[in-house]
């Protein structure tokens, strides 16, 4: 397990139950992670809005919204940030509601805290290669601005050196992770 790879990644725990929202955010510390919890999904959309999230885990059962329509709603304004749906419920039924909702992966609980571990770094490992994918299938269509005095190394006046560099550095930390 890499969990040093990780290290800094935002996460989000969406649990109704304070001991197991309170032990999978221990975990996720000790993992690296900087954990924020809430004990519904009322205002999700508000709170990813206002905070750089980098993984959610969310609860299915949850009191006012479910689990199921918070995702829903997320999805409608956010489809870049990875949720893993919790539940005791792992009724196929339930497994593929989740998935059809936008769920990037699903977790049974009670759960064993190295599945969740694996579960957790291969779901931010999905979304940091998507990313860098994203990234590289995009540098093809940077060009330099109509007014930029590109005349070499260190010499753009519009920004793209900086910009395809600074790309560059992110995704070979991304690869080298």
């Known amino acids: 397990m890499r969990n040093y790879v990780r290290m800094g990644q935002n996460i989000l725990i969406i649990e109704d139950d304070i001991q197991l929202r309170e032990y999978t955010a221990e975990l996720l510390k000790r993992a690296g992670h900087t954990v924020r919890q809430l004990g519904d999904a009322d205002d999700l959309v508000n709170v990813v809005r206002q905070m750089q999230v980098d993984l959610i885990l969310m609860d299915y059962h949850?009191?006012?919204?479910?689990?199921?329509?918070?995702?829903?709603?997320?999805?409608?304004?956010?489809?870049s940030v990875p949720v893993i749906v919790m539940t005791v419920d792992v009724s196929p039924q339930v497994i593929i509601e989740c998935f059809r909702a936008g769920a990037d992966d699903f977790i049974g609980k009670p759960y064993d805290e190295v599945y969740l571990s694996i579960i957790v770094e291969r779901t931010l490992d999905r979304a940091s290669n998507s990313l860098k994918n994203a990234v590289f299938?995009?540098?093809?269509?940077?060009?330099?601005?109509?007014?930029?005095?590109?005349?070499?190394?260190?010499?753009?006046s519009c920004g793209l050196q900086d910009a395809v560099w600074e790309a560059t550095q992110a995704t070979r930390i991304l690869k080298d992770s």
Request: proline share 5%; hydrophobic share 35%; charged share 30%.
């Open 62 to 79: 949850l009191p006012g919204i479910d689990g199921l329509l918070a995702l829903r709603e997320l999805r409608n304004v956010q489809q």
């Open 137 to 156: 299938r995009l540098m093809k269509y940077a060009r330099h601005k109509d007014n930029c005095d590109n005349m070499g190394p260190k010499m753009c």
